[in-house]
């Protein structure tokens, strides 16, 4: 946990994470990251399908590999990352300030 912790840049080091966040983390880690790794959206599907896609990314998880994912995945699709507060889990952490950014985007 503290290898990926590192590697996902995040600051925090597993080792300090609630026992319960931790053992969701590990969950996570052991069985559910090989799939999501060995993902590729068909690009080209995506953008053909007539549907408005928004790629959300945190504003403050620059150098996190989910945000580079997100910033690359937003460009192959020929469309503009939608910024949003915080960091990988501003949904969270920020929802206050989230939000209405979301509803905005949304158009809702």
Do not use: C, W
């Not at 060995?38 to 150098?63: C, H, M, N, Q, W």
């Amino acid at each position: 946990m503290a290898r990926f912790t590192a590697a996902a840049g995040f600051e925090r080091d597993a080792g300090a994470l609630p026992t319960e966040m931790r053992k969701n983390m590990e969950f996570f880690v052991v069985h559910l990251m090989k799939m999501i790794g060995d993902f590729t959206p068909d690009y080209e599907a995506l953008k053909a399908s007539g549907t408005r896609i928004i790629v959300g990314v945190g504003k403050e998880s620059a150098g996190q590999p989910a945000h580079e994912a997100a910033v690359l995945a937003a460009g192959r699709l020929g469309v503009e990352p939608a910024y949003f507060p915080g960091d990988h889990g501003g949904f969270a952490a920020e929802a206050a300030a989230f939000a209405p950014l979301l509803r905005e985007a949304l158009g809702a």
